[in-house]
């Protein structure tokens, strides 16, 4: 799919229960109004996906149809079973994710093989009337790739902007992270790697949790970091 505006939908591309999405390709398409542009849910599956440029502004006029605290724009969400347990792929890259009343990203699935997220801009997210936490990006799975994106949370008075929370492990280098509460949120034993990030406006330490950290260098934090040092390997 190349081109093209899709308007007002509560969702864009919706798998429930089975079946799997094969190679596909959502090339420079524009996202107006839509709550969830692509979601995998039950025991679905991503075969091959690559959302590549494009826009997206995820809003409805009624709040029956607007995204709320548990919705994200793009949402994986699915729990394989058999052969289907880490079978797919995705990767976003030079998306405009302008504007969401949810989150933004969510990977939390056993489906997935590799994830990639690079050059994109999150712009605004958690951006509704209802107070709570609100994630950038949220993921548990297979190693992640998270490179060169900026995340602008443009806070709303009276919720918690979060940028990334991590319970798998991959690497997190070259992003720029602007008025987070932290900017990174890593759990699990799974070890990451975090260089040649910067952040700026954060409302507390940009980096926070209990995980494994393989590496932490290179990056510079506007506010100091609380945590033991790393170990490099």
Same mark, same amino acid.
């Given at each position: 799919?190349?081109?093209?505006?899709?308007?007002?939908?509560?969702? /864009?591309?919706?798998?429930?229960?089975?079946? $799997?999405? &094969?190679? %596909? !390709?959502?090339?420079?398409?524009?996202?107006?109004?839509?709550?969830?542009?692509?979601?995998?849910? =039950?025991?679905?599956?991503?075969?091959?996906?690559?959302? *590549?440029?494009?826009?997206?502004? %995820?809003?409805?006029?009624? #709040?029956?149809?607007?995204?709320?605290?548990?919705?994200?724009?793009?949402?994986?969400?699915?729990?394989?079973? =058999?052969?289907?347990?880490?079978?797919?792929?995705?990767?976003?890259?030079?998306?405009?994710?302008? @504007?969401?009343?949810?989150?933004?990203?969510?990977?939390? !699935?056993?489906?997935?093989?590799? #994830?990639?997220?690079? $050059?994109?801009?999150?712009?605004?997210?958690?951006?509704?009337?209802?107070?709570?936490?609100?994630?950038?990006?949220?993921? &548990?799975?297979?190693?992640?790739?998270?490179?060169?994106?900026?995340?602008? $949370?443009?806070?709303?008075?009276?919720?918690?902007?979060?940028?990334?929370?991590?319970?798998?492990?991959?690497?997190?280098?070259? @992003?720029?992270?602007?008025?987070?509460?932290?900017?990174? !949120?890593?759990? =699990?034993?799974?070890?990451? @790697?975090?260089? /040649?990030?910067?952040?700026? @406006?954060?409302?507390?330490?940009?980096?926070?949790?209990?995980?494994?950290?393989?590496?932490?260098?290179?990056?510079?934090?506007?506010?100091?970091?609380? *945590?033991?040092? #790393?170990?490099?390997?």
């Amino acid at each position: 799919m190349t081109g093209g505006l899709v308007y007002g939908y509560r969702y /864009g591309i919706r798998i429930v229960n089975l079946g $799997s999405m &094969q190679v %596909s !390709t959502l090339n420079g398409v524009a996202w107006d109004g839509v709550s969830t542009v692509l979601s995998f849910e =039950g025991g679905t599956f991503p075969a091959t996906v690559h959302m *590549i440029g494009g826009y997206v502004w %995820s809003y409805r006029g009624t #709040a029956s149809d607007a995204n709320s605290a548990a919705d994200y724009v793009i949402n994986f969400s699915g729990s394989c079973t =058999g052969g289907n347990i880490g079978i797919g792929t995705i990767d976003f890259e030079g998306v405009d994710f302008a @504007n969401s009343k949810g989150g933004i990203l969510n990977f939390q !699935t056993n489906c997935l093989r590799s #994830a990639g997220v690079h $050059s994109n801009a999150f712009r605004a997210w958690g951006q509704s009337t209802t107070h709570t936490t609100y994630y950038g990006l949220v993921y &548990q799975g297979p190693p992640l790739d998270v490179a060169s994106n900026r995340f602008d $949370s443009n806070p709303v008075s009276g919720s918690t902007m979060q940028c990334i929370l991590s319970y798998g492990g991959g690497n997190i280098s070259g @992003n720029a992270f602007n008025g987070c509460n932290n900017a990174i !949120t890593w759990l =699990g034993s799974t070890a990451v @790697n975090i260089t /040649g990030n910067y952040s700026y @406006n954060s409302t507390a330490v940009p980096i926070t949790g209990s995980g494994t950290l393989l590496q932490e260098n290179g990056n510079f934090w506007d506010v100091a970091l609380t *945590i033991p040092t #790393a170990t490099t390997c």
